[in-house]
């Protein structure tokens, strides 16, 4: 048994998805790359994209090293038309069907309300929720094709509970409504759709991990009100993730599972 959380057991989900064929959106950094870590590491096939060809490039090398199969990969911005598309296209044709998707990818762009333009507005939801809404599109005539399959949104804690930047948590909760609903849709093709929304992860230069290390009496404070004492893992998110894709979850879809550790609210400075 591998260690997953420090000192903890990793239990590992190596039989759910052996030889599923799964697209990742966002699969180069940060929780994406979890994702795609953890369901190479029990046998998937994966395809990724990210905008920076650079980190894909390394991902797939370390994966190629570490003795799995390469994902396939494509450097592309999810907010462009068509690309993402194309790219779901060439994936399923590449494995012959797909099995699953995961749209990671997502983000905030601008501040507060007096600050964020409408262009934050409109990038925020493009990034999150329009890009969501188009890969499922294009991927629903593969997961059909295949007998179905499974979807898993990548929402937050911020689209749950609420907290700024107001843009990015309307977009998030827009996120969970839309998964629910496409579970109804979908699911007389046998396709699942469920949403999951982490709490605040540590992730390598991202806004926690630069907390920590550049404000640690005010990281300490925000850690010191959450019951378990610590953030949720990346690692963990994405075991949670890996679940939803394997038919062990045969019995979920329609749902919106929180992994956050009990996380009250989103931010330091949420309600
Ligand atoms: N971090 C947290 O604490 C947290 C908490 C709750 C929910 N979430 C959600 O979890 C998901 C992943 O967050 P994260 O913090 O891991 O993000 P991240 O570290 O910024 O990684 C995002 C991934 O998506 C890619 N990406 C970003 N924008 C893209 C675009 N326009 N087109 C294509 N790829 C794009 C990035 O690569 P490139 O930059 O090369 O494109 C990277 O591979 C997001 O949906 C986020 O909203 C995060």
Redesign the pocket.
């Known amino acids: 048994m591998s260690e997953g959380r420090e000192g903890r057991p990793d239990p590992g989900i190596r039989s759910g998805v052996d030889g599923k064929r799964v697209l990742v959106?966002?699969?180069?950094?940060?929780?994406?790359?979890q994702i795609v870590r953890l369901l190479a590491a029990g046998g998937a096939r994966l395809a990724t994209?990210?905008?920076?060809p650079e980190?894909l490039r390394s991902l797939t090398a370390s994966l190629g090293a570490e003795g799995h199969e390469e994902p396939f990969t494509r450097a592309?911005?999810?907010?462009e038309p068509e690309l993402l598309e194309q790219f779901v296209d060439a994936a399923a044709e590449r494995f012959s069907g797909l099995d699953g998707v995961v749209a990671?990818?997502?983000?905030a762009r601008g501040r507060g309300i007096e600050d964020a333009g409408p262009q934050d507005w409109s990038l925020t939801w493009e990034?999150?929720v329009g890009h969501t809404a188009r890969l499922v599109k294009a991927a629903v005539p593969h997961l059909r094709r295949a007998g179905g399959g499974s979807v898993v949104v990548?929402a937050?804690?911020?689209g749950w509970k609420p907290g700024p930047q107001a843009q990015y948590g309307a977009a998030?909760a827009a996120q969970i409504q839309l998964a629910a609903s496409l579970a109804r849709e979908l699911g007389p093709d046998g396709i699942r759709v469920n949403a999951v929304s982490?709490?605040?992860?540590l992730?390598p230069g991202?806004?926690?991990d630069r907390m920590r290390t550049e404000e640690p009496a005010a990281y300490a404070r925000f850690t010191a009100e959450l019951p378990h004492g610590e953030l949720v893992t990346?690692r963990e998110v994405a075991q949670v993730v890996a679940f939803l894709l394997a038919d062990a979850s045969s019995g979920v879809s329609g749902a919106h599972l929180p992994v956050d550790r009990a996380q009250n609210a989103p931010t330091p400075g949420g309600y």
């Open positions: 959106t966002g699969g180069s950094r940060g929780l994406g790359e994209c990210a905008r920076n980190h592309l911005d999810v907010t990671c990818a997502g983000g990034l999150n990548i937050s804690i911020s998030k982490p709490g605040s992860m992730i991202k806004r926690w990346p």
